[in-house]
Structures are given as structure tokens and as C-alpha cells.
């Protein structure tokens, strides 16, 4: 079965520097999506992508992020100045139709930013 | 903005039983309600999910019934087995409107042999 990919799986950054966390959504998937989830909370959703633009982000997806899929495969997440609280586990998901389709996951990258 | 709420926490059954979680939420435009079971460290598996013009969904040992009106919706796990340990999370979205997911705050399901 496809599968979402996502690297690194974890990924430890010094504050105030800048992470890329890469994914590769399922193949004939066109809708993307990034969340995360801090520790021992719920899931959150940050943004949504479709025909290489943003589709809807929430009010945690401030100036710090941005996404961008630079080919046709990958699908990243940058964090430009990274704080403490961005510490989290960031998952991946991908949709090929929004009406008939679930979300698929990947394994998630966990950020410890220190 | 859509809101969804989830209960219990956490619930502890015997091997055997079964497991009721429940969930309501607050945008009544929503149309689309999966369930993802997580384990420890590893990612969302969806296990079920239930359309607005659907009241109940069968799948196995698994069942999802939904209340419009209410605008509620519950997952029952019958037969519990000590796999079916894990994380599980309800969740809203609106269909054909970009399809975010909302979800409730989890519940730690601990089934004992």
C-alpha cells in the first residue's frame, strides 16, 4: 500500500535557526497537508496546499512558516527562526479527492528545538 | 471555527468488552468524521470514518454511529483485544472545502488481559 514519507525522523535544532522538514505525499495525491502535534496533545492542523498554493492555514502558521513543493514529489515545511515552543511532532498528510478520499499520514518528524 | 470535544481521556476495559468514545463538535456544515487509532510514537492510522448522510457504519469489531441533530458521533469497539491499546482521535472536517481536519483531544484506550 503507498505510503506518506517523511525525513528526518527527528530533527534537533538549535533556537533561532531555520528546518526544512521534507515529505513525499502519495503519488497521485494532489491536496497536502501539515500538522503537528506537542506532546501528549492533540493533533493540529497548520496548512493546506493544492495546485501549488496554500489553501487554508491556521492561526499557528504565522511569517516563521512556510511551505513549498519544489518538484513533483516532495512537499516541505520550513520553520524560519525556530522557538522553543515550535518543539512538536510534525506529521504529513495527503488526499487524492477531497469527496470521496481520507487523509493519509506519514510517521512524522519529531522537532526538539533547544 | 469548528471545534470538536472528546470523551473520556482515557478508558481502561477488560479484554473482552467494549469501548464507547465519544465526540460532538460545533460547525454543523461539517460532513465528514474519521477516526485514527495511534500508537505510541507512530502515526494517525485512519480506522474508520462516517459521512453526514450516513447514521451508522459497520466495519468488523468497529462501529461509528453519528446524530446530526446533536451533532455528535461515537466509536464502539466491540471485543476488545489488548491491540486495541492506543490513542484513538475523532475528527471533523467540512468536505469539498478544502478538508482540514479538526480533532478532539484524544482518548487513551487501555485494554487489560
Not at chain 2, 32 to 48: A, D, M, S, T, V
Not at chain 2, 68 to 92: G, M, R, W
Amino acid at each position: 500500500e503507498p505510503e506518506v514519507t517523511q525525513t528526518p525522523s527527528h530533527q534537533v535544532t538549535q533556537m533561532g535557526q531555520e528546518v526544512i522538514l521534507r515529505c513525499v505525499p502519495i503519488s497521485n495525491h494532489l491536496y497536502f497537508y501539515w500538522y503537528r502535534q506537542i506532546l501528549g496533545q492533540k493533533v493540529e492542523f497548520l496548512v493546506s496546499f493544492y495546485n501549488n498554493e496554500i489553501s487554508e492555514k491556521s492561526e499557528i502558521f504565522d511569517d516563521q512558516f512556510s511551505v513549498e513543493r519544489p518538484d513533483g514529489s516532495n512537499f516541505t515545511l520550513k520553520i524560519r527562526s525556530t522557538k522553543l515552543e515550535d518543539s512538536a511532532m510534525y506529521f504529513c498528510a495527503s488526499t487524492g479527492s477531497l469527496s470521496n478520499q481520507p487523509q493519509h499520514f506519514g510517521d512524522g518528524t519529531r522537532l526538539s528545538i533547544l | 471555527g469548528e471545534n470538536v470535544e472528546q470523551h473520556p481521556s482515557t478508558l481502561s476495559v477488560q479484554e473482552g468488552d467494549s469501548a464507547v468514545i465519544k465526540c460532538t463538535y460545533s460547525d454543523s456544515a461539517s460532513n465528514y468524521f474519521p477516526w485514527y487509532k495511534q500508537e505510541l510514537g507512530k502515526r494517525p492510522q485512519l480506522i474508520i470514518d462516517i459521512r453526514s448522510n450516513v447514521g451508522e457504519k459497520k466495519d468488523q469489531r468497529i462501529a461509528v454511529t453519528l446524530n446530526k441533530t446533536a451533532k455528535h458521533f461515537s466509536l464502539h469497539i466491540t471485543e476488545t483485544q489488548p491491540e486495541d491499546s492506543a490513542v484513538y482521535f475523532c475528527a471533523a472536517s467540512i468536505r469539498a472545502a478544502g478538508n482540514k481536519l479538526t480533532f478532539g483531544g484524544g482518548t487513551r484506550v487501555l485494554v487489560k488481559p
